[in-house]
């Protein structure tokens, strides 16, 4: 009974609907489940391994950006280990020369600069700090240059790490302020390079670079959807990411959860690759993150480079594919579905007039149905050759599905009708098995070209860091490994050679698997040939119809034409450094010559890498020779010394015999030498104090001045040189007026002869008889008043009584004169203690520190002068040492070739100062501008009116240029210049 309705509730058309959609369910269940994941995991594999790459090449994109700025401050540190053999007064040109080329030629530079230390370049300074600093920077469009001593107390810190460590350096990342761009603030870093002299510091070239381009390079990296890349310092800080207020701060301040699980800041640090999935929270979503180190120059702080893409991203594709098959499975159900339903109620109903058919059909075992013989021709019978037609269907059917399940889609079948539903589902289900293998079959050609692509660039990226020191080597690698890596034939690596401006060709560097024909052509001009050709276009030529004499493929077997020539130009930054050249017999695919060309790049950047450290070698080998040279030299300078040793000696002898007699006759007289023409040449210190002038001022004059020749002709003059010249001596007594001192000598000149007797020289020795000469004059006076006693009457006597009163009386205005100068002389003794000008300098890093105060002189820098803007106060500062310095010089009595030097170098220093404040006036737009020129060109005027009659003889206007400036600059600093300060204070200065 329950066996019997349980029949009755699941018949046979419920039991073929129930086995084979179960089966066919499970089946597809495990199919396009297995499918999905799979497709789901590799599609996650490669896009962790194209972010990796893409990490990797954006890493070396970078490090070539930075490593060109750090390879020109490289070759000037190189070059600068032999500056001991220029001129010490020329050095500084030297390296200025050298400097505005490079800085032109590279304007991602914004500032270019080095630091000298003092007692490396000065022989005569021993401190452990201070130096010379050069800087060349832009500024509205032009290049400047300024030069400036710092560090004379002691070296700022980060100055002072640098020295300490004296090596290649990156500096962390920097907010600067551009007054040039309207004070604009940007994101900046410095590069340095030591200066080694014998392995010891001597200095640094440094360059400024702003982070703009690195920042525009970071936000290009966008590989998939939604992804974004971002750049990191080595100390942890920010330097690109989408989120501008990223920038500048610390990776364990804006994501402190990833800096303490994964330690980010420590692995960056040390340049480690990093990976991790987690949740992003700038995009608030699950996201995969890759970083990549970036090592610049020989530096230890690498810089890290961060890729983040969403997880849907990466997995988007492969979950559409999952829902389509999810879709297609479930289409394909409901028509088996119905066609099972179709199939199982046109049997059901024949069988069951057929026990024995109904009973195999409901079991369905349908392969040992036997078929129905009957030869009735009426429904029974047309049911049985049906059921029969029906059985064989089925098991075609049943095969063909088995087929399909063993995953043989090439299986035929061929259906009954066009209404074999059956039949036609299995078709279409066969076709969309073999299209979703086909599309398989195409994503893994296009992961495997990727894959080829990524591979490629990791190997040249390791081929092109090895031998970067030998061009022939390198290019030989490049071209081998590019040509084993295309499965090519042939290759060829044709390098710029630009050694002569006249005369520039690409030169065959590197060949393989040539015929030794084709090198007896190693050179090709731009234009010439399809080399030349694609060198001039800037552009790939891909040929597949080749000539048949262009080349031929030589192997043990023969020779052959190859089917493509591909050559590609080298480029970086628009300039090609060399063109690649391949023969093939293979077709080349369009991502292998794309894959050419984007290697082309880095095999450019390390081309000229090479050829400029090569230029650097050669520079310094002509250097080693040149100081190989000098050396011969010095050598057979030193031997023909030697060989003038023993005659020097013999005149040393003699020259010391004869300075004994004349010091002890300068002991006792007044000794003059002069030259064969009357200049003096050396005097000795009684007759230099006898005539109250010192012995730098009498030495360059001549004979005639101060000597009073109102009784001597010219001819007779003439004469008596004539005689010293020709070994003659000869004797006078003369009157001479040095500096308003009248003197008397008897004097005796005689020749100095050498030794082939002639005049070298004229030694005069002079004896003061001064006094006689004015005892004779008083008698000859006394005895001439005497006798106009005698002969002037009284009348006379009281004219003369009134001229006597009337010299009295200037005498006395004379003497009040005097007293007055001498009183101004002492008050500025006494107001000027001894001044030492004192250098101050703060590191680049540290402006803003206040400057510690000179010592007063004529006047002192105080606090009331400074303004508050550094390089002002600096020069204010400057100012007043220059004016200290004057008035030291007078007070020590000076040469006053001393002090009209050291007033020129005041007066043209003080005008520079003035010209730098209206450069700013004209920048900011002071509205005062015409009102403070105007004061600047009255105080320049009637400095220089003071000056001029100083220089013609006027000695009291150097009182009044000194009280004047005292007073009218104090006046400037404090009032006028304290106005113009608030003013650029307003702007941010």
């Not at 007055?820 to 000027?832: A, D, G, N, R």
């Not at 220093?909 to 403070?932: R, V």
């Amino acid at each position: 009974m329950i066996k019997d309705k349980f029949q009755f509730r699941i018949n046979l058309k419920g039991k073929m609907l129930f086995l084979i959609l179960s089966t066919t369910i499970l089946i597809f269940i495990i199919a396009v489940g297995y499918i999905g994941i799979s497709s789901r995991n590799m599609a996650y594999k490669s896009a962790k391994e194209n972010a990796d790459a893409v990490t990797a090449q954006s890493a070396l994109r970078i490090e070539n950006q930075l490593n060109v700025s750090m390879d020109a401050i490289r070759t000037l540190a190189q070059a600068f280990t032999s500056w001991k053999i220029w001129p010490d007064s020329l050095w500084q040109e030297y390296v200025r020369g050298m400097y505005h080329p490079v800085f032109k030629n590279n304007p991602q530079i914004y500032k270019l600069w080095d630091s000298w230390e003092k007692n490396m370049v000065d022989d005569d300074y021993y401190l452990p700090h201070g130096r010379y600093v050069n800087t060349f920077y832009r500024l509205d469009g032009d290049i400047k240059f300024s030069t400036a001593e710092r560090s004379f107390e002691n070296d700022p810190p980060l100055y002072a790490k640098i020295k300490n460590e004296a090596r290649e350096s990156i500096w962390e990342p920097y907010w600067d302020v551009f007054s040039e761009e309207g004070e604009s603030k940007k994101f900046m870093t410095s590069m340095s390079v030591p200066i080694l002299q014998n392995n010891k510091y001597a200095g640094i070239v440094a360059v400024d670079i702003t982070m703009d381009e690195l920042q525009s390079i970071v936000s290009e990296i966008k590989p998939m959807r939604d992804s974004y890349a971002f750049l990191i310092s080595n100390g942890g800080v920010f330097i690109g990411h989408p989120d501008t207020s990223f920038i500048g701060k610390h990776i364990g301040t804006v994501l402190p959860e990833f800096d303490q699980a994964y330690t980010l800041s420590t692995k960056i640090k040390k340049g480690e690759r990093i990976s991790f999935r987690d949740v992003d929270s700038f995009k608030e979503t699950e996201a995969y993150f890759s970083f990549s180190p970036i090592k610049v120059g020989k530096a230890d702080t690498p810089w890290s480079i961060g890729l983040s893409i969403p997880v849907e991203v990466i997995t988007e594709e492969s979950t559409t594919n999952f829902m389509i098959s999810i879709l297609v499975t479930l289409i394909g159900l409901i028509l088996l579905t119905v066609i099972i339903y179709i199939i199982a109620a046109r049997i059901a109903r024949p069988i069951s007039r057929s026990t024995t058919m109904l009973k195999r059909i409901e079991e369905g075992d349908i392969l040992n149905i036997e078929d129905i013989n009957t030869s009735r021709t009426d429904e029974i019978g047309e049911m049985a050759l049906s059921l029969n037609a029906v059985a064989h269907g089925l098991n075609e059917t049943a095969r063909f599905a088995e087929e399909i399940g063993k995953g043989n889609l090439e299986s035929s079948f061929d259906t009954k009708s066009e209404k074999d539903v059956l039949g036609n589902a299995l078709i279409e289900m066969r076709e969309s098995l073999r299209k979703a293998r086909e599309e398989e079959t195409i994503r893994k050609e296009a992961d495997e070209k990727q894959r080829w692509v990524t591979n490629g660039i990791a190997r040249f990226g390791d081929v092109l860091r090895q031998d970067n020191d030998d061009l022939s080597q390198l290019s030989f690698n490049v071209i081998r490994n590019l040509v084993d890596y295309l499965d090519a034939n042939q290759g060829a690596l044709f390098v710029l050679n630009d050694k002569k401006e006249d005369d520039i060709f690409f030169e065959l560097q590197a060949a393989i698997a040539y015929d030794r024909r084709r090198y007896l052509k190693k050179e090709v001009r731009v234009g010439e040939d399809l080399v030349g050709r694609a060198a001039h276009e800037k552009q790939s030529i891909y040929l597949i119809d080749v000539p048949e004499d262009y080349m031929q493929i030589t192997s043990g077997m023969g020779t052959a034409n190859p089917r493509v020539i591909l050559i590609v130009p080298v480029m970086l930054n628009n300039v090609v450094f060399g063109v690649v050249e391949v023969a093939s017999f293979n077709k080349l695919e369009k991502y292998q010559i794309e894959f050419v060309e984007k290697i082309g790049e880095s095999i450019a950047s390390t081309l000229n890498s090479v050829k400029v450290n090569q230029r650097t070698q050669r520079l310094l080998e002509d250097s080693q020779h040149q100081r190989e040279e000098l050396s011969s030299q010095e050598e057979e300078m030193r031997q023909n010394m030697e060989e003038l040793q023993a005659t020097q000696e013999e005149a040393a002898r003699r020259e010391f015999e004869l300075r004994g007699l004349i010091n002890a006759l300068s002991s006792s007289t007044y000794t003059v030498e002069y030259d064969l023409y009357g200049t003096i040449s050396d005097v000795n210190e009684p007759f230099a104090r006898l005539v109250g002038l010192s012995k730098e001022q009498m030495i360059g004059m001549n004979h005639k001045d101060g000597v009073d020749l109102s009784g001597t002709s010219d001819e007779d003059y003439e004469r008596f040189w004539e005689d010293l010249r020709h070994g003659i001596p000869r004797s006078d007594v003369s009157r001479i007026d040095y500096n308003n001192t009248e003197v008397y000598l008897q004097e005796s000149y005689t020749p100095i002869l050498d030794e082939d007797d002639n005049a070298y020289k004229i030694l005069k020795i002079g004896f003061d008889i001064t006094s006689l000469k004015k005892t004779e004059k008083e008698l000859q006076t006394a005895e001439e008043k005497l006798s106009k006693l005698v002969e002037v009457s009284a009348e006379q006597e009281h004219e003369l009584e009134r001229i006597r009163e009337q010299l009295n009386t200037e005498k006395a205005k004379n003497l009040h004169i005097q007293t007055k100068l001498e009183q101004i002389q002492k008050q500025m003794l006494t107001e000027t203690p001894n001044t030492q000008p004192k250098a101050d300098e703060q590191a680049e890093s540290e402006a803003g520190d206040s400057k510690t105060q000179t010592s007063p002189g004529l006047m002192a820098f105080d606090n009331s002068m400074k303004v508050g803007i550094d390089e002002l106060d600096q020069q204010h500062e400057r100012v007043i040492d220059l004016l200290n310095d004057t008035v030291t010089s007078y007070i020590n009595a000076a040469a006053k070739k001393t002090i009209k030097s050291q007033l020129a170098t005041f007066a043209d220093y003080l005008s520079w100062h003035f010209g730098n404040e209206e450069q700013y006036f004209e920048t900011h737009g002071y509205e005062a501008i015409d009102e403070h020129k105007n004061e600047h060109n009255a105080i320049l005027k009637e400095i220089n009116t003071q000056i001029q009659s100083y220089t013609k003889g006027d000695a009291e206007a150097l009182q009044q240029l000194l009280t004047y400036a005292k007073e009218k600059l104090a006046q400037h600093f404090t009032e006028v210049d304290t106005r113009y300060a608030d003013f650029l204070h307003s702007k941010g200065l």
